[in-house]
């Protein structure tokens, strides 16, 4: 406030605080009625009324997030539902008949390892890429992570612990063991199952097209130029097919 406004005031007028508590004049009492009849007093009533409303809402906006967030809820499996999908099956497998009963989904290779309790057959990648779950049927190299079980009843089924006759190698376990084939060992099952069927499927004499050939088994210790000098060591002894 300058000079001149102050010497516009009056003596007896002093500088003091509004009495907020006194009644309202009429002017201001105008001013707080809005536009629809609604005072200031009555529009912040209702609008503190409606806050429950507004924080249940957003209760059950973010209860129904979450549900949709959740992962969906499978309903158990009852023995009623699991006997609808379940086969029985017959297997040669190494040598002997098995007589199983399999769900109809149910790959080879879990029939293998989790029923028969066959672990020498290994899942890798489960996709059918990496090779460790290689068997033979009726002699031919097949994946068993993507061979039905039920496809499987009926036939010649040899898996790794079918290839030694009692404490007696085959050849091609016999040169994988010579030529140090193998490091970790977990493929090792599904590199020699390979290797004995490439033997009667028939086997090239040259490194690149035997590469070739079992370049469906991955190594990732990278014992390969091992692997390959394996399965030309056997080839050349004459290893018998399985």
Known sequence: MNSE???????????????????????????????????????????????????FASVGLQAARLDAAAPPRVAPRT???????????????????????VDSRASLLDALREQVGLAGTKKGCDHGQCGACTVLVDGRRVLSCLTLAAMASGHRVTTIEGLAQGDQLHPVQAAFLQHDAFQCGYCTPGQ???????????????????????????????????????VQAARGSGGRPA
């Open 79 to 101: 023995p009623a539902s699991a006997a609808l999908h379940e086969v029985p099956i017959t297997l040669h497998l190494n040598g002997q008949e098995r007589r199983l009963t």
């Open 5 to 55: 406004d102050r010497g516009d005031r009056s003596e007896g007028e002093t500088d003091r605080e509004p009495d907020l508590d006194g009644p309202v004049p009429e002017e201001v009492g105008e001013l707080e009625t809005v536009r629809g009849g609604w005072s200031r007093r009555a529009f912040l009533g209702a609008s503190l009324g409606a806050l429950p409303i507004v924080s």
């Open 192 to 230: 020699i199952v390979s290797a004995v069927g490439l033997l009667a499927e028939g086997c090239p004499s040259d490194p690149a097209a035997i590469r070739e050939c079992m370049s469906g088994n991955l190594c990732r210790c990278g014992a390969y130029p091992n692997i390959v000098a394996a």
